[in-house]
């Protein structure tokens, strides 16, 4: 599975759906204000991220140390979609980190999150990130699994996640709690390896 994924070398630039410049590129430390910003939107604007809108955001330096801390990993990478623009300057659009694991273990299994503005939904923004982020893993040596955490009631990842190969790999029930609502949380996965094993 897996063959719907586009090549998608970072840094790339091409255009979204409505044919508006799309700029995809690994973060930089400059960018950690934009960045920030780019995460209490996503926080704030849905509530289908594990962190949420009443949990605190590191302060700029830490997320610059963050941001340059997966720079320099082999088995993570760190992309944001933008109109182009001088990083730091350009206000982003969404981002997608694919973070390896630290041990022997788990070296070759990265988890996935991403997110994209809600004023750019549907415009093919979500599905370059991801595309971004299994390019780069493919090309790499190392990352032979990918996988990730969604809500079970968020189709538009879901369908997203699917059309790309990713399999449902099981079900946390009731894992995480919004008020008086209980959310199942669905793990997903993809092999990188040509056959089946990862
Ligand atoms: C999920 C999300 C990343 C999709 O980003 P996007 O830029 O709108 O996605 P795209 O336009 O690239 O669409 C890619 C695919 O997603 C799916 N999709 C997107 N919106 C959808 C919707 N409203 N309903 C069903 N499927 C949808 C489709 O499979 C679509 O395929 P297509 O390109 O053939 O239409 C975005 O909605 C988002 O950031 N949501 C809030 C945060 C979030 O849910 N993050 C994921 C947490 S695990």
Redo the contacts with the bound molecule.
């Keep these: 599975m897996g063959h719907m994924t586009r090549d998608i070398p970072i840094p790339w630039r091409g255009h979204d759906r409505a044919g508006r410049n799309l700029e995809l590129r690994a973060g930089v430390a400059r960018d950690a204000p934009r960045y920030l910003e780019l995460l209490h939107v996503?926080v704030s604007e849905?509530r289908?991220?594990l962190q949420t809108a009443a949990d605190p955001l590191p302060d700029a330096s830490s997320q610059r140390s963050t941001i340059d801390g997966l720079a320099r990993r082999d088995n993570a990478v760190c992309v944001v979609a933008s109109r182009g623009g001088q990083p730091g300057k350009s206000v982003l659009l969404?981002c997608a980190t694919l973070i390896g694991g630290r041990s022997r273990a788990t070296l070759h299994a990265a988890e996935l999150a991403?997110?994209?503005r809600r004023e750019?939904?549907?415009?093919?923004?979500?599905?370059?990130l991801l595309d971004a982020c299994l390019t780069w893993a493919r090309k790499g040596s190392i990352l032979t699994r990918v996988s990730?955490q969604?809500y079970a009631d968020?189709?538009?990842?879901i369908?997203?996640y699917l059309?790309r190969g990713f399999e449902l790999e099981g079900r946390h029930r009731n894992y995480a709690r919004h008020g008086e609502e209980r959310i199942d949380l669905i793990g997903m996965g993809i092999s990188l390896l040509p056959g089946a094993a990862q």
């Design positions: 996503l849905t289908n991220m969404g991403m997110g994209v750019a939904w549907g415009g093919g923004i979500g599905g370059a990730l969604v968020n189709p538009a990842a369908a997203l059309s």
